[in-house]
């Protein structure tokens, strides 16, 4: 089946612009994650949606950075204002998750953002 | 919170070694320990995962040990191949939590 898919897939935009990235799930996930990857670096947790559940939103940089999510279905990770240092790959995951069980994380081919 | 350390950071084998990443954690409370491969310019993908109910998993070339009373678990490759070649990601997780966290990476260069 389809897998997790991300648009667009490269966005470069001028400093201080704001810039929306979107995020499909793979169907029937009711988790979805949101991650940044400067390059060279790790995994850096932003946004967690589990369900209809309040968002777990403990990994936001600042208050630039916002998400939605509707159901179970797509995302969109929002950037305010952008700074140079919002350059970075964006990485959306989707998992299926059930009671105390731990799975899999499936994760998109990125959005990659440069703010000029 | 959780805390995961990884290393080393680069690993340079030569085609047919063997090698070994470590991961630490901190929260004893973690029993869910995924590891992911991220090519070059690629996405990140699982390759094994453990839970903390077991010592050790394999699949094929790869194998993950964990060792609870220490908090340590570790990925092996064995007869490695320049296709092996990728960053590798460990992540933990708590009973409490769904949301892993990812040590720093290694990258893993196998030499033809």
């Known amino acids: 089946g389809a897998g997790v898919s991300q648009s667009p897939s490269n966005k470069v935009t001028e400093k201080g612009k704001d810039v929306e990235l979107r995020c499909d799930p793979i169907?029937?996930?009711?988790?979805l994650y949101w991650y940044r990857q400067r390059l060279g670096q790790g995994l850096e947790f932003l946004i967690y949606f589990q369900g209809n559940s309040a968002p777990d939103k403990s990994g936001l940089p600042s208050d630039r950075f916002s998400a939605e999510r509707t159901g179970e279905s797509v995302s969109t990770l929002t950037i305010q204002r952008t700074q140079q240092e919002d350059s970075a790959v964006y990485l959306c995951?989707?998992?299926?998750?059930?009671?105390?069980?731990?799975?899999?994380?499936?994760f998109g081919p990125g959005t990659r953002l440069t703010v000029l | 919170g959780e805390n995961v350390e990884q290393h080393p950071s680069t690993l340079s084998v030569q085609e047919g070694d063997s090698a070994v990443i470590k991961c630490t954690y901190s929260?004893?409370?973690?029993?869910?320990f995924p590891w992911y491969k991220q090519e070059l310019g690629k996405r990140p993908q699982l390759i094994i995962d453990i839970r903390s109910n077991v010592g050790e998993k394999k699949d094929q070339r790869i194998a993950v040990t964990l060792n609870k009373t220490a908090k340590h678990f570790s990925l092996h490759i064995t007869e490695t191949q320049p296709e092996d070649s990728a960053v590798y990601f460990c992540a933990a997780l708590s009973g409490g939590s769904y949301i892993p966290t990812f040590g720093r990476g290694t990258s893993l260069i196998v030499h033809p």
């Open positions: 929260d004893s409370a973690s029993n869910y």
């Open positions: 169907s029937g996930h009711t988790a």
């Open positions: 995951a989707s998992s299926w998750t059930s009671g105390n069980v731990r799975n899999e994380q499936f």
